[in-house]
């Protein structure tokens, strides 16, 4: 099993920036591949970015491309998004999620219970 805890959201303005941190506990951190989602309200849980195992490989969604970053520090089972520009669509709750595997876009089984990203114009 294993638990992860979101911090770091909170209301700002567009162009402003946020770093969203996840904290994971449970299981051999390294092992596996950890990604960002988020859920506007009536809308889909979509995958925003995605970080291997060893933090060599990385995934982003168009939309956040050159403006979020994630990284990872293995050794604190610490998983980050810098995200900067933000822009009022970029408001939703942000979800810290795990997967089984050491690279995936859409099998997660570990979830946080997310945080509240709000931009206003």
């Known amino acids: 099993q294993v638990q992860l805890v979101e911090s770091g959201g909170g209301s700002v303005q567009a162009g402003d920036s946020l770093r969203l941190s996840c904290a994971a506990s449970?299981?051999?951190?390294?092992?596996?591949?950890m990604a960002w989602f988020r859920q506007a309200p009536g809308k889909e849980r979509d995958i925003v970015a995605a970080?291997?195992?060893?933090?060599?490989?990385?995934y982003y969604e168009d939309s956040v491309k050159g403006r979020f970053t994630i990284s990872r520090v293995n050794a604190k089972n610490m998983v980050y998004l810098q995200m900067n520009s933000l822009k009022p669509e970029d408001t939703a709750v942000y979800l810290c999620?795990?997967?089984?595997?050491?690279?995936?876009?859409?099998?997660?089984?570990?979830w946080g219970q997310g945080t509240q990203v709000t931009v206003s114009s």
């Open positions: 449970g299981r051999t951190f390294g092992n596996y591949c």
């Open positions: 999620a795990a997967s089984d595997s050491p690279w995936s876009l859409y099998e997660y089984a570990y």
């Open positions: 970080i291997s195992w060893s933090g060599s490989r990385t």
